[in-house]
């Protein structure tokens, strides 16, 4: 597939297959996608913990979901992720380091993506709980979750009318629609 349509298919998934749960395998192969990641000074500075089965579980309730769909309450039962992969940093990084995070993160995303997974990017999660849940070795903190399993919510990416609001949303059917600013928008100036 080209890469145009495929990064359009991308989008955030936040209900799946919880009868078809990932397996340590596949965790194992979104972290081998995400080692060959570009990173500042190449020092790698980012950690991975994989958490699934009961870990998964316990995991979930410290997550939020789709703060912007003000009549869901996240996935239910049935619809859950099945596995988490925790991205790590050591305490006080330097915002560069962030970058490298995201860039691991979007990766896994894509890689997901590939293999019919879905993956939801989470920074919303009760970060105390996390920690004495997953217990990461000093000096490392949680600092992003991404929510996994067989993807099974319809996403579609919609161009965003300049100036209107960005907010997803979902129709009768249940579609998740995802404004995206516009080339034009998104191109301030094209000097030659
Ligand atoms: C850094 C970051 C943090 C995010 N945190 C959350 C979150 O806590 N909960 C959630 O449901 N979605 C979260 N998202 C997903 C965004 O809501 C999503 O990317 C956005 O709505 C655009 O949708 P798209 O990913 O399909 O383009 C996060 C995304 C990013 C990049």
Redesign the pocket.
Known sequence: MDFLPFVQKA??C?RFAEDKPLRKTDLDWLVECARFTPSARNAQVVRVIEVLDQSAEALFPL?????ALKNWKGPTEGERPTAFLALLLPEKSPTISYIDL?II?QTIQLAATSRGWGC??????DQEKTTALLKPESPYEVE?LLGLGQAVEV?K?VDAERGKDLT?WRDEKGIHF?P?RTKEELVLQALS
């Open positions: 989008r955030t936040r997550t939020h979901w789709a703060m995201g993160a939801c990017i989470i920074k919303s999660f992003l996403r990416a997803y995802v995206k």
